[in-house]
């Protein structure tokens, strides 16, 4: 398995698109508009994939000059429990400190929380809906 940035509108980038709309959108009975992908050029968008099949993916956007958000985290459902996601998480924060970055943040879904937790991220404030879902801002100091 293979984690590398992919390039807005590659096809790397469409497979992780795919993805998401499989694990994250689909779920929900929410679809992608061609408006929200192209305000994604200014993101930085990483993949996860076995050969060339994309298995897991996430999108950084910064906050501030301290702060990058992760946001449109998942791992295909076949995937998961290998420790992709863990895998995933590590290149993200090194990637963030390479960047010169801080913090890194993210929009939890409530089910994911714990999941967070274990890797030491902290919540901030209370539970808000997002995507039609409770979610909690989380964050942890790269420090």
């Known amino acids: 398995m293979e984690i590398r940035i992919v390039k807005h509108y590659s096809k790397d980038y469409w497979k992780c698109v795919r993805l998401r709309d499989k694990i ?9 508009s061609e408006e929200e992908l192209f305000l994604e050029q200014d993101q930085i968008h990483v ?13 950084l956007v ?4 301290v702060e990058i958000k992760m946001r449109q985290v ?3 459902n076949e ?9 995933m998480m590590i290149f993200c924060e090194e990637l963030a400190k390479k960047n010169g970055y801080k913090e890194v943040s993210c929009h939890a879904r409530e089910s994911a929380v714990p999941y967070y937790q274990n890797l030491g991220y902290h919540t901030e404030g209370k539970l808000f809906r997002e ?7 989380m964050k942890k100091s790269l420090d």
């Open 24 to 32: 994250l959108r689909e779920p929900i009975n929410l679809m992608f």
């Open 47 to 59: 993949g996860a994939f076995e050969e060339e099949k994309a298995v897991g993916c996430f999108s």
């Open 62 to 65: 910064k906050q501030s000059e």
């Open 74 to 76: 998942c791992v295909d």
């Open 79 to 87: 995937y998961q429990q290998q420790g992709i996601g863990r895998k």
């Open 131 to 137: 995507v039609s879902l409770p979610h909690l801002k």
